[in-house]
């Protein structure tokens, strides 16, 4: 019996009316180092349009100029950068912890202009010629600042990750004069935690700093 088929009625090199062959199609469609469309070639993008593109997506930025442990600090963030974000990964500033990012545990706190604040809520853009000072930038030369020192004397710390806070917290709690009783002193304070529980200790160094002794 023959296996013979019968030969197309088109030609293998011949067109159809409504279009290119499949050869044709891929050979016109295929390209090196840009993008087919269709039988049309799209050029890749030039660095230009690349660069611009990039800035495009890029987030907001601002200069910010202020003081930080009294050094005059000028630079340039996404405006959506907190305080906290700036002394830590832009100033390598890291005394000041990230605990919770939310305000709850006051493990950032810091002095902005003499006033207590919690450095993750507070966004560095907003912060144009202030003065803020961290736990680095309470001691004097070698010398460290009293409740420093207090919260050495009263072992007022554990593992250590809020004692930071907790100091800057407690000076500030002294400027305030908050400090007439101890009742008073742990209602100031209340804003730091301590998961260590060294609550006793901290109010005794605030109370120590506090009465010069």
């Known amino acids: ?3 013979r088929f019968p030969d197309s009625d088109v030609s293998p090199t011949a067109e159809s009316p409504s279009g290119p062959t499949r050869r044709t199609f891929i050979a016109t469609t295929t390209v090196v180092g840009g993008t087919a469309l269709a039988g049309g070639l799209i050029e890749a993008p030039s660095a230009q349009g690349a660069e611009e593109a990039v800035a495009a997506e890029a987030p907001p930025g601002s200069h910010v100029s202020l003081t930080v442990n009294g050094v005059r600090r000028t630079v340039t963030v996404d405006n959506r950068t ?3 974000d700036l002394l830590r990964e832009h100033l390598d500033l890291t005394g000041s912890k990230k605990g919770c990012n939310a305000g709850a545990c006051g493990a950032c706190t810091v002095l902005v202009d003499g006033r207590r604040v919690n450095s ?8 144009e010629g202030a003065e803020v000072t961290t736990i680095e930038g309470l001691e004097k030369g070698e ?11 009263q072992d007022a710390y ?3 990750f809020c004692t930071s806070g907790q100091i800057v917290s407690g000076v500030a709690c002294i400027q305030e004069g908050h400090t007439g009783s101890t009742d008073e002193i742990r209602e ?5 935690l301590c998961r260590c529980g060294c609550y006793v200790k901290i109010v005794r160094a605030v109370e120590q700093t506090a009465r010069g002794k």
């Open 158 to 160: 554990q593992c250590g």
């Open 143 to 153: 010398r460290l600042h009293p409740l420093q020192q207090a919260f050495i004397d």
């Open 188 to 192: 100031w304070m209340s804003g730091n």
């Open 1 to 3: 019996m023959s296996t």
């Open 120 to 127: 993750c809520l507070t966004l560095a853009v907003r912060l």
């Open 82 to 84: 907190s305080l906290l």
